[in-house]
């Protein structure tokens, strides 16, 4: 038997002719198995088990009482973050019932949550980025450049290295032996965690370079682990890129050795010391539409069409910029990219009003990316889903 979810409004601000109007509309339109209303002094008590949100919604316009109870009515049960789906009905009790874990919290204390890290010894204390550094694109080599900021001053890091693909940088050379790649790659990835505040966040976006077999993400994750950084989680970005050759069966129609092919890259979410980011409330920028769909991981974002236009062969779109900086940082917050190429992570951070770093080894990119900034401004974010 399953019970119902209640939510409670305070209606005292509301005629009461026009509460009861609503009550009895409700009840009468919607079946009681599957929720009802009372009116109890000064509060409208809401009974819920499903609730199909768009036939509520048109219920509600179709009332003939102030627009402000209809909506008051509406959001308190639109607001509510865990639901379960069942065909058009959002359901708000029972859905995981047959997956309910009893004495959830204890055993996560038993098994030990992110064990790998636990150990670690990063410091708590938290240091300003030096302002000659703040909101400034630079010129430089990372793993030289980062040694000259201090411990623990950098908010979130968004970047997405050179895969060793074999693309045409400007200045990087993207073939190299795969154990120097990745020794280039962690000497920088090492002084990037350095940088970063305790309870920062560090996302890489990375795609494996399938043809030599090489999961460039799972060998950048277990550095991370090695390095007591917390796995907060992993993105699908889905590009729909269906370009992968139609021509490259591995072994055709065979299963000696069939070659997977893939539409989507990955985008790994890490954290220093904590799960959890310090901010104030007033510095959060992102939507309820937003958060309840991005928090879904697996975003289906077209890939960067203007690459050409600012001649960088390997670009990500500002969309997954936005998307990244709204849900793990806050607005001021420090942006560091220490692959910043055209400067899509610090364009996307000027528009949201946070501030950043950008660095990249080619002049040229440089200053692209200081031409978009230089011609972006905030809230300017032009893009629809
Ligand atoms: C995949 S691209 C980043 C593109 C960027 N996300 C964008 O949307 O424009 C990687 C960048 O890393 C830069 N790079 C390679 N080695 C570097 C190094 N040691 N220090 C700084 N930048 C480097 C390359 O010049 C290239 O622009």
């Known amino acids: 038997m399953v019970d119902y979810r209640k939510e409670i409004l305070d209606v005292s601000s509301f ?5 009861l109007k609503l009550v ?3 009840n009468k339109n919607f079946p009681k198995k599957d929720a009802y209303m009372f009116l109890n002094e000064e509060s409208l008590h809401i009974m819920l088990k499903q609730l199909d949100m768009i036939k509520y919604r048109e219920f509600l316009d179709g009332l003939n009482i102030s627009t402000d109870l209809t909506n008051k009515a509406f959001d308190i049960i639109d607001s509510i973050g865990s639901y379960g789906l069942k065909g058009s009905k959002r359901l708000f009790s029972g859905y995981n019932a047959e997956r309910k874990v009893i004495n959830r919290k204890a055993k996560e204390q038993s098994r030990s949550k992110h064990y790998y890290a636990n150990d670690h010894n990063f410091s708590k204390v938290n240091n300003e980025l030096p302002s000659e550094y703040e909101n400034k694109i630079i010129c430089a080599d990372s793993s030289e450049f980062l040694k ?5 001053c950098i908010d979130i890091i968004f970047t997405s290295p050179p895969y060793n693909f074999g693309l045409d940088y400007d200045s990087h050379n993207d073939t190299a032996r795969w154990n120097d790649y990745f020794d280039m790659l962690f000497a920088i990835f090492k002084e990037c965690i350095r940088v970063l505040k305790y309870g920062g966040r560090f996302v890489v976006n990375v795609q494996p370079l399938y043809s030599d077999y090489i999961p460039i993400h799972h060998i950048i994750s277990n550095f991370f ?3 007591k950084m917390i796995w907060k989680g992993e993105i699908i970005w889905e590009k729909n890129n269906y370009n ?3 021509s490259s069966w591995g072994s055709w129609k065979s299963p000696a050795s069939p070659y997977l092919k893939y539409t989507w890259e990955f985008v790994e979410v890490y954290c220093k010391g904590d799960l959890k980011k310090q901010g104030d409330n007033e510095n959060i920028d992102i939507t309820a539409e937003e958060f309840k769909s991005w ?12 690459m050409q236009e600012f001649g960088h062969p390997a670009m990500f779109p500002e969309q997954l910029a936005e998307r990244v900086l709204k849900l793990f940082s806050y607005k001021n917050d ?3 990219d220490p692959f910043n190429g055209a400067g899509t992570t610090t364009v996307v951070a000027k528009k949201t009003g946070r501030r950043y770093l950008g660095i990249d080894i080619s002049e040229e990119y440089c200053k692209t990316a200081q031409k978009r900034i230089d011609e972006a401004d905030l809230g300017q974010l032009s893009w629809f889903d």
């Open 244 to 246: 992968c050759k139609y």
């Open 295 to 306: 928090v879904v991981a697996k975003w289906s974002i077209a890939p960067e069409r203007n």
């Open 24 to 26: 009895n509309a409700f």
């Open 225 to 227: 682990i090695q390095n």
């Open 334 to 336: 420090v942006v560091l």
């Open 15 to 19: 005629p009461v002719e026009e509460c």
């Open 148 to 152: 000259k900021l201090p411990d623990n």
